[in-house]
Structure formats: structure tokens, C-alpha cells
T-cell receptor, first 112, second 117 residues
Framework: RKEVEQDPGPFNVPEGATVAFNCTYS??????FFWYRQDCRKEPKLLMS???SGNEDGRFTAQLNRASQYISLLIRDSKLSDSATYLC?????????????FGAGTRLFVKA | GAVVSQHPSWVICKSGTSVKIECRSL??????MFWYRQFPKQSLMLMAT?????????EQGVEKDKFLINHASLTLSTLTVTSAHPEDSSFYIC?????????????FGPGTRLTVL
């Protein structure tokens, strides 16, 4: 089993749609969780951290379910510019550790 | 800000040559930098963790004699791909870690696309 698993997609949605991605992780001791966005042939950029209580940033909502060991990302009112690959990122060691595990990414295409 | 640069952004070389890639943190000091490799349509794979002033820590399956890492200062880490072969062609990305609030955010360089002929 991979340490971090994501549905590769692609998700093809129309503008304005709501889309949700899930990600599961295998290490129950994992402490830090993130969603990154990666555009084609570019480096990943941090989209948002994921906190235990859930957090929202504009059209983006991230949630963490420790019991089931998954995190989710919800995008509301999708824009064309949201088309990208979304990477689920887990730091198994907490704030004191350095190893970060990346999921393979979920590809999103938003169409007009 | 937290800007990380990489040089070169792309390189094409002949099989058997060595290629050096630089990673710099431009506006902050990074005691730890990370080197990743990403093949098309695959996730980033951590190759090694680069620690300033000490030897790098390599992930399982990564040859330390082939991928030489030097972290000579708090703002510069270099990755040298020695005797490169076509299978080494990939997108190499570095990142530097910056402690931020309740989590540890990594800032990524723009990547270096290596093509070995």
C-alpha cells in the first residue's frame, strides 16, 4: 500500500461546478497535511495546509479525518484557472521531522 | 517572501557527462533542502535531504555516488548527476523548508528539466 494515495482522475468539470478530492494516508502517526497545486511542467505550490478542525480559504475547503486517515479538498465555483494537478502531501514525522510524502496527484480540468 | 531558485532551468547533455544543478534560497536561510525527481505523470519522489555542513541523507534506491549533493552554505545546495544516462532524464526539483505556524511548509524551486541524449 502506498503511503499516500490519491485518485489520479482526471476530473473533468464545467466552470462553476463543485469538485472534491480525497486522499488517504497509511501512517496513523502523521502530523502535518497539505494540499499543493502543480501546473504542467511547473513546480508545486502550496495551496493550503490542512488543520484538524478543517479550514477554508475562499473557494477552497480542506478537511482532515484522522480516524479514517484521509484528507479532502473541496473546490467550489470552479474556475478555468483551477485546472491543474492537486497533490496531497503528508509529513509523517510532525513538525520536528523533515520527510514529506507526496501523493501522485489528482488532475483537474475545468472546461468552459 | 520565500523564494527558491534553480539553475539551470533546463539542460540537454550527452550520455556520460555530468550535470550540476544549483538550488538557492534567495531571501531566507535554509539549513535543510530537499531534492526530488519527477517522471512524467508521476508524483515527486524524494531523492535526498541536504543538510548544511553535513552529508546528505539519501532515500532508499538512490545512488549517492551517482547523485552528489553538496550543501556548502545556508542558501545553496547543489546536485550533480554524474555520468548521466538517458534514464536519468527527468524533472529535478529542489525545495527548502521554512517553519511556518502549525506546519512546515516547503518552498520549491522552479525545477530543472534534464534530458540526456
Amino acid at each position: 500500500r502506498k503511503e499516500v494515495e490519491q485518485d489520479p482522475g482526471p476530473f473533468n468539470v464545467p466552470e462553476g461546478a463543485t469538485v472534491a478530492f480525497n486522499c488517504t494516508y497509511s501512517n496513523s502517526a502523521s502530523q502535518s497535511f497539505f494540499w499543493y497545486r502543480q501546473d504542467c511542467r511547473k513546480e508545486p505550490k502550496l495551496l493550503m495546509s490542512v488543520y484538524s478542525s478543517g479550514n477554508e480559504d475562499g473557494r477552497f475547503t480542506a478537511q482532515l479525518n484522522r480516524a479514517s486517515q484521509y484528507i479532502s479538498l473541496l473546490i467550489r465555483d470552479s474556475k478555468l484557472s483551477d485546472s491543474a494537478t492537486y497533490l496531497c502531501v503528508v509529513n509523517p514525522s510532525g513538525t520536528g521531522g523533515f520527510k514529506t510524502i507526496f501523493g501522485a496527484g489528482t488532475r483537474l480540468f475545468v472546461k468552459a | 517572501g520565500a523564494v527558491v531558485s534553480q539553475h539551470p532551468s533546463w539542460v540537454i547533455c550527452k550520455s556520460g557527462t555530468s550535470v550540476k544543478i544549483e538550488c538557492r534560497s534567495l531571501d531566507f536561510q535554509a539549513t535543510t533542502m530537499f531534492w526530488y525527481r519527477q517522471f512524467p505523470k508521476q508524483s515527486l519522489m524524494l531523492m535526498a535531504t541536504s543538510n548544511e555542513g553535513s552529508k546528505a541523507t539519501y532515500e532508499q534506491g538512490v545512488e549517492k555516488d551517482k547523485f552528489l549533493i553538496n550543501h556548502a552554505s545556508l542558501t545553496l545546495s547543489t546536485l550533480t548527476v554524474t555520468s548521466a544516462h538517458p534514464e536519468d532524464s527527468s524533472f529535478y526539483i529542489c525545495s527548502a523548508r521554512k517553519l511556518a505556524g502549525t506546519g512546515n511548509e516547503q518552498f520549491f524551486g522552479p525545477g530543472t528539466r534534464l534530458t540526456v541524449l
